[in-house]
């Protein structure tokens, strides 16, 4: 029966809303949940804290939303996470991994709370967290179930229940948004003691059947459609061949279907952002679900024939047509928009909805928090001035921008008369702005020849570079790049943004910083040192900050994991490099210092994902002008003594495209842009790479291709899995040791025998000894006392290697 609070569902309400978004940002205007998460997790807020603050942003969000013209029912999406979507499903599915039974009544079928939630999420003194990857092509990361032939799949209760019913309080009848059972499992990785050739997918019917239970709450709570997100359905990457997904998407559609709706379910939507769904159309309209929307930015219009030759049916399913992206800010061509909207309609024999292409999770809120004038909204000083030039700003749409433009192309070139005039305005003037192309940028591109992208035989390098660095031990240590970003360093960074430090007294707090971290790394003594990046807010957003073509935010916010977010950039025009970024912190380093600094720089392809990127370019030809600029910044430190300059490239494989046919086109163009900032040096300066936060196996090729000299990989949480397939690198190599995504601090004796693991497949003079990933959301206390560890454990395995 439904609940006493559920709204009535009004007549209207079986029918999917004309306009709606996929998705909303989750992190808060002002990264409300953040602050919330932040002071719970540090133990200055309670439990019921954080819940109050949770359910406050929610229902501003629902208020945001509605005000902003998403009126119709259903048309607002309730997808609020306290940490990260795949998550959810975990809990509401009590899929706990074994190792961290101790948390759970296995017995009690009651919803799993916050303690469960974090302690997955984050990790326990005992157990390391659910691993954490990357969401698809996006810079989100979502938390890696473990599924094994054992693990509790049960319906045990989900938030998003509660989410509807809150909405319906302010009066509005939402939309639930979960990831499908089938991205989610083959999102899953088989547990550790999973036998041999079992899959997660394995275990699809007991999720269903958990599916179909959590449908039944929704439906009681007043929710009239669910979204079930499926972006699996457009990637055919995944180990379980595509005919298996093609059946499992049938079969578990076909069993969630079979509920009468009403009671037992509400109407369902699969969502299928990301890129083209092409044929995987099939086993959702052969299973008879009620809606279904297509990324129409990435993807393109379904055939009316499917591959077997009988035309295909569309009659009996609703059809949301994802016209504006949200996975990046260029305002839509409404234009264009209307148009593939009626093509859509033309291929479904009806209307359609509209929507965006994917959740608006990948864009921040609003582009008002960045204007200063009248148009932006009042009381944003705290905000301190503005980042982004006016002209730029009108040439983007955020979150709230794009439900306009979802609201106007719904609404059509007549109706909405005043946006689409106002539209064409504004791309015309980006298509003329100065500094969208710039000549002399696009003449040095295309001077290039094959000798810009190599460097001389890799033997020959070798041994240069010994000769250079002769006092390295085997087996030498290093870091990643930077060292904790205290909130001194922070606030610091914040006093000079509003103007209360001026650039003087900020550059002193930073080079004290410096010499504090290299202090720190001749105490302990690691080998090759880093300066520590104290005065980068962000590995991507230093540099933009410094190049020509490219414009920050001020308030940007877009959720990367959890609590942590970044600002990424805005990639509007020709890329080139007016001075030096960084040679005066790396001799400042160097000059404290006999051992060897690396330079630091971030690499053409991370640059690139982590930014909004221009959409009137290819993107290759903006790598390589990207490229080009940090070509100049190696030499000039190779000129000023850097003999070790690193290029982090963390993103190389979150960029590569979701379909294997485009790979080859990808792989050309980015590895060539690392080699085209890396080749320019001499023999004996050695160029490392630093790459993370994915899964490799599938780009190993490439990443020998870079043509590194030594390339440090995230390694610890997979214990060195990845390293066999490795094994015909020539050049050095660096399995990260010690997992840096938790404050857990390795043992000595742990980092000696993963150590043991990387050399029973790399050779002891290939061997390098570093962390993950990068410190800067540690803590001095488990950094000083890791470090020491994995000084020590090379150490101990140096001197059993002779
Ligand atoms: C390595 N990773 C990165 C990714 N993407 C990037 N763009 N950058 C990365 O480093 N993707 C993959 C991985 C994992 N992802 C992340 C993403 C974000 C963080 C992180 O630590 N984010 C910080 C914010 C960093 C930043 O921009 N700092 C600025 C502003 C800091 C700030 O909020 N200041 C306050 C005032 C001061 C204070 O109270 O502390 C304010 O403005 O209100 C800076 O340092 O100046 C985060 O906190 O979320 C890590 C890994
Ligand atoms: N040099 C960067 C790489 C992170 S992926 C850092 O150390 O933070
Ligand atoms: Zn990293």
Avoid at 210 to 219: E, I
Avoid at 258 to 282: H, M, N
Avoid at 567 to 587: C, F, H, Q
């Amino acid at each position: 029966m439904p609940s006493p609070t559920a709204p009535s569902t009004s007549p209207d309400a079986a029918a999917l809303p004309r306009a709606t978004v996929l998705g909303y940002p989750r992190i808060g205007r002002d990264r409300e949940l953040k602050r919330a998460l932040e002071s719970h997790w540090a133990g200055r807020t309670s439990a019921a804290d954080l819940a109050e603050a949770a359910t406050a942003l929610r229902a501003a969000t629902v208020t945001r939303l509605r005000d902003l013209g998403l009126t119709e029912p259903s048309s607002v999406p309730l997808d609020f996470a306290h940490y990260d979507q795949v998550l959810d499903v975990t809990l509401a599915l009590g899929a706990v991994p074994e190792r961290f039974a101790g948390l759970v009544d296995p017995a009690a079928s009651t919803p799993l709370g916050t303690d469960v939630e974090f302690a997955l999420a984050r990790g326990t003194a005992e157990q390391p967290p659910l691993e954490m990857t990357k969401w698809f092509d996006s810079n989100y990361h979502y938390l890696v179930p473990e599924i094994g032939p054992l693990t509790p799949l049960a319906y045990r209760g989900s938030s998003r229940v509660a989410h509807v019913r809150e909405a319906a309080g302010l009066g509005v009848v939402g939309r639930p948004v979960l990831v499908g059972p089938v991205t989610y499992l083959l999102l899953a990785k088989a547990s550790a003691d999973a036998p041999a050739g079992f899959r997660p997918l394995d275990r699809l019917d007991e999720v269903v059947a958990a599916y179909a239970l959590l449908l039944a709450d929704l439906a009681a709570a007043g929710a009239a459609w669910v979204q079930l997100d499926e972006p699996a359905l457009v990637s055919d990457l995944w180990e379980v061949p595509r005919e298996e997904v093609t059946a499992a998407t049938e079969r578990a559609y076909a069993a969630l279907t079979s509920a009468a709706v009403g009671e037992a379910r509400p109407r369902i939507l699969v969502a299928a952002p990301y890129g083209r769904l092409g044929c995987a159309i099939d086993p959702l309209l052969a299973a008879g679900v009620e809606a279904i929307a297509l990324d129409l930015v990435r993807g393109e219009l379904p055939a009316p024939t499917a591959p077997d030759g009988t035309t295909r049916d569309l009659s009996g399913v609703t059809l949301l047509a994802g016209v504006v992206d949200g996975h990046n800010v260029w305002r839509t061509d409404l234009d264009a928009a209307a148009a593939t909207v009626a093509a859509l309609a033309g291929v479904a024999g009806g209307p359609v909805g509209v929507t965006t292409s994917t959740s608006l999770l990948h864009v921040p809120h609003t582009v008002a928090d960045e204007l200063d004038d009248a148009s932006g909204d009042a009381g944003r000083s705290d905000l301190g001035p503005a980042t982004l030039p006016a002209r730029v700003a009108g040439w983007l749409a955020f979150a709230d921008e794009k439900i306009g433009e979802v609201l106007a192309v719904a609404a059509g070139p007549e109706a909405a008369a005043a946006a689409f005039e106002t539209n064409r305005a504004a791309l015309a003037d980006r298509a003329t702005a100065p500094g969208v192309v710039d000549p002399a940028v696009r003449a040095r591109a295309a001077e290039l020849s094959a000798d810009s992208f190599s460097r001389g035989p890799y033997a020959q390098r070798r041994a240069a570079q010994e000769a250079a660095l002769a006092g390295l031990p085997t087996l030498p240590t290093t870091t990643i790049g930077s060292f904790p970003q205290t909130p001194e360093l922070r606030l610091a960074r914040a006093a000079l943004r509003r103007g209360e430090l001026d650039a003087a007294a900020y550059a002193d707090a930073m080079r004290a910083e410096v010499g504090r971290v290299i202090a720190l790394q001749e105490e302990l003594g690691l080998d090759v040192l880093v300066h520590g990046e104290p005065e980068r807010n962000d590995m991507v957003q230093y540099f933009a900050e410094l190049l020509d073509g490219f414009a920050v935010t001020r308030n940007g916010w877009v959720q990367s994991y959890g609590s942590r977010c970044t600002r990424p950039s805005i990639l509007w025009g020709d890329v080139s490099r007016p001075e030096p970024m960084t040679l005066a912190w790396a001799t400042y380093a160097a000059s404290l210092t006999d051992k060897p600094v690396k330079g630091m720089l971030t690499g053409p392809v991370t640059i690139l994902a982590w930014s909004f990127v221009r959409d009137d370019l290819p993107l290759g030809e903006t790598a390589n002008q990207v490229a080009l600029a940090l070509r100049d910044e190696v030499a000039d430190l190779e000129a000023a003594g850097i003999g070790v300059v690193q290029v982090d490239e963390p993103a190389l494989r979150e960029l590569l495209p979701l379909r294997s046919a485009d790979h080859e086109a990808y792989l050309d163009w980015s590895v060539g842009s690392f080699r085209l900032a890396t080749s320019g040096v001499r023999p004996e300066t050695q160029i490392h790479t630093h790459l993370c936060y994915s899964e490799f196996e599938l780009i190993l090729p490439a990443i020998d291709a870079l043509d590194a000299d030594v390339t440090s990989i995230e390694a610890a949480r997979s214990r060195m899995e990845l390293l066999p397939a490795a094994a015909g690198f020539e050049r050095g190599i660096g399995p990260g040791v010690w997992d840096i995504h938790s404050p857990r601090v390795p043992s000595v004796e742990e980092l000696v025998e993963l150590l043991g693991l990387a050399l029973d497949s790399v050779g002891e003079r290939q061997l390098w000894v570093n962390p993950d990933c990068g410190l800067k959301t540690r803590g001095y206390a488990e950094t000083r006392a890791s470090l020491e560890n994995l000084v020590e454990a090379a150490r101990t395995v140096r001197s059993r290697v002779g």
